[in-house]
């Protein structure tokens, strides 16, 4: 793709009322480089490089849920689920789905499916997990939520969702083990090997 293609998309989509998620994802794939994620909380594209001690948070929940539920299970992440709200396209660090789900009719997974989801925290985004994308976790009723803050030192789990916002919440430090029995994921999670930035 030359500069005068992106340029000629640009002038052609801004002349456009109204972006759809797709059409901002289209453009995401084609400019964004590997190595950089990439999503849409409420209508604003949000980037971030991948860093090492990123993936490895996520990496030590995957494989505690791999250890729980099997490497069948469908866990994904950083894969495109639309949301309720305006323009609420995430990439959610991690994603468990419920047994049994399947992709809508254009190949997406529906955000009622989503059980569990881990977002770690970004110098660049942090603001979306605290904020927008955890209203909207809570809206679409995902039953837990854990942030990992690699800054703090600390997870903060979020639970029972309900008229838009979640009515628990739990704070453990780096070290210490968080209790998810009693929750759909059934686990308790190590995190005395999480890293901090």
Not at 32 to 53: S, Y
Not at 81 to 92: K, L, S
Not at 126 to 152: F, H, M, R, S
Request: proline share 5%; net charge negative.
């Amino acid at each position: 793709m030359t500069v005068v293609d992106v340029l000629t998309d640009r002038i052609e989509m801004a002349d456009d009322d109204e972006w759809s998620l797709d059409r901002w994802f289209e453009l995401i794939e084609r400019l964004v480089p590997e190595g950089i994620k990439a999503e849409v909380v409420e209508g604003a594209v949000h980037m971030v490089p991948q860093r090492n001690v990123h993936w490895q948070h996520i990496r030590r929940v995957l494989y505690a849920l791999d250890d729980r539920f099997s490497r069948d299970a469908l866990v994904m992440t950083d894969v495109r689920i639309d949301f309720p709200g305006d323009q609420n396209g995430f990439c959610p660090d991690l994603a468990k789905l419920k047994d049994g789900a399947k992709p809508d009719e254009n190949g997406r997974w529906r955000y009622q499916d989503v059980e569990f989801i881990a977002e770690v925290i970004s110098r660049g985004t942090g603001l979306n997990d605290y904020g927008p994308k955890k209203t909207t976790y809570a809206e679409a009723e995902v039953p837990v939520y854990l942030i990992v803050d690699p800054y703090q030192g600390r997870c903060h789990v979020h639970t029972d969702p309900k008229d838009g916002e979640y009515r628990t919440e739990s704070k453990s430090d780096f070290g210490k083990e968080i209790d998810l029995t009693g929750t759909v994921v059934d686990l308790v999670l190590a995190t005395d090997t999480f890293p901090r930035d």
